[in-house]
């Protein structure tokens, strides 16, 4: 039995991994919200540290807020960064593995043929630029550790892209939304699966991956397929909108690829 703690357990992934949890008798999942585990109090971190004793750590916290960072980007960074080393420092103590979820807005969207796991990252945003140091601060405390860059994550409750754009639609408002950016959703089931299946097969390697599940598009693209699913396509006008009013800059094109191909 492989004994594993989730922090940030309320948020979207981490609801998604409860939600899956039946699917893997085999691990024993311990469920942490911030009220439990806060990042930025490293203290909340030794107490269930030192209560039990885990073989892995996933960690689902984070500050997602994108806009909200670039008028508070110490906020971001309290947690993205400074948090993620708390807890990376805690995984080091203790000898517990750390799976870790990044974004791919550590890319700055200019390469027009997408990124791969090594290639140059160049945050464009506050966001962005906090889930970069937690990378860095997990590199150099860390051997036995795993980062999965993802993109564009959305499931059918919380708050993300695909419940806002049912709100609004269920509201009868006109969607604006914009063709401006490229990027692949993913459904956080499947990343919740993805990570659970390495941890139980322990079928994985030290470093970064990229996992994403859907063909790229724009985000009208993506809210144009949500409408289409919920069969609203006839009820609700939408609209292109690149200039839909935001704060912080997106990257353009901000595609994660695998790993090269012939890559030993
Ligand atoms: N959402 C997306 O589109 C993408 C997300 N990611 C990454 O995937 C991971 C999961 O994202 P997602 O589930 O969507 O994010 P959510 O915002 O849904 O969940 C994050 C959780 O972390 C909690 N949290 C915030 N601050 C702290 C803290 N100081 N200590 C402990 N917990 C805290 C939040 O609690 P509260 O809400 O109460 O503040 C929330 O429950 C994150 O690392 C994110 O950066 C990567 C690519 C895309
Ligand atoms: C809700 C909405 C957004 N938009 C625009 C704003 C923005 O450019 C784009 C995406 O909107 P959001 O603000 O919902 O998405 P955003 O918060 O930028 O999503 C990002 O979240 C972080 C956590 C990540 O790690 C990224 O991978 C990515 O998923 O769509 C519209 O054009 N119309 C709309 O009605």
Same mark, same amino acid.
């Not at 008798?25 to 919200?33: G, I, K, R, V």
């Not at 139980?200 to 470093?207: A, V």
């Not at 599940?213 to 609203?232: C, E």
């Given at each position: 039995m492989k004994r594993v703690i989730v922090t940030g357990a309320q948020g979207q992934l981490g609801v998604s991994i409860q939600k899956?949890? @039946?699917?893997?008798?085999?691990?024993?999942?311990?469920?942490?919200?911030?009220?439990?585990?806060?990042?930025?109090?490293p203290e909340s971190i030794s107490e269930v540290?030192?209560?039990?004793?885990?073989? =892995?750590?996933? #960690?689902?916290?984070? =500050?997602t807020q994108v806009e909200n960072a670039e008028r508070f980007p110490e906020k971001a960074f309290a947690v993205n960064?400074? !948090?993620?080393? @708390?807890?990376?420092?805690?995984?080091?103590? @203790?000898?517990?593995?750390?799976?870790?979820?990044?974004?791919? =807005?550590?890319?700055? !969207?200019?390469?027009?043929?997408?990124y791969y796991p090594g290639d140059q990252t160049n945050p464009i945003n506050e966001y962005g630029k906090s889930k970069l140091k937690g990378e860095e601060y997990i590199k150099q405390l860390l051997d036995e550790f795993l980062i999965i860059r993802t993109s564009w994550l959305y499931s059918e409750s919380g708050t993300n892209f695909y419940t806002n754009i049912l709100q609004k639609a269920r509201q009868g408002e006109t969607l604006r939304v914009t063709d401006s950016q490229v990027g692949c959703p993913t459904n956080a089931k499947n990343l919740a699966r993805l990570i659970l299946t390495l941890?139980?097969?322990? #079928?994985?390697?030290? !470093? $970064? $991956?990229?996992?994403?599940?859907?063909?790229?598009?724009?985000? =009208?693209?993506?809210?144009?397929? $949500?409408?289409?699913? #919920?069969?609203?396509e006839d009820s609700v006008e939408i609209v292109r909108d690149r200039n839909y009013r935001s704060f912080a800059r997106r990257p353009s094109y901000s595609i994660l690829l695998e790993e090269k191909p012939g890559k030993e």
């Open positions: 899956m949890a @039946n699917e893997f008798p085999e691990l024993e999942l311990t469920f942490a919200s911030k009220s439990e585990v806060d990042l930025t109090k540290f030192s209560k039990t004793t885990f073989d =892995y750590c996933i #960690n689902c916290a984070a =500050y960064a400074e !948090g993620v080393k @708390n807890l990376a420092d805690q995984c080091r103590k @203790n000898r517990v593995r750390f799976i870790h979820i990044s974004t791919d =807005y550590v890319f700055d !969207g200019e390469k027009k043929t997408g941890i139980k097969t322990g #079928n994985w390697t030290p !470093g $970064i $991956i990229h996992f994403t599940d859907k063909d790229p598009m724009t985000w =009208y693209d993506f809210a144009v397929g $949500i409408l289409k699913s #919920n069969n609203l």
